[in-house]
């Protein structure tokens, strides 16, 4: 998200799906789109192989 310094306050993460779709009454073909703001399950994620990463790199020195 941007501020009017120009800095980043924050990174967000968004699940986008879309599909085409037609229009039960004019016919017309239109595009849903469904957007989903995964950016806490993504935090975990990064976390989670942050962690990983850090316990395969101290057992490879204690070797």
């Known amino acids: 998200m941007h501020t009017g ?3 980043i306050d924050r990174e967000i993460f968004l699940d986008l799906t879309m599909f085409p779709v037609e229009d039960p009454v004019d016919k017309d073909q239109i595009v849903v789109a469904l957007v989903n703001d995964i950016t806490e399950k993504k935090r975990q994620e ?4 942050k962690t990983r ?3 395969c790199k101290r057992a ?3 070797k």
Do not use: D, V
């Open 5 to 7: 310094a120009g800095k």
């Open 53 to 55: 990463n850090r316990s």
């Open 46 to 49: 990064l976390e989670s192989t």
């Open 60 to 62: 490879r020195s204690a």
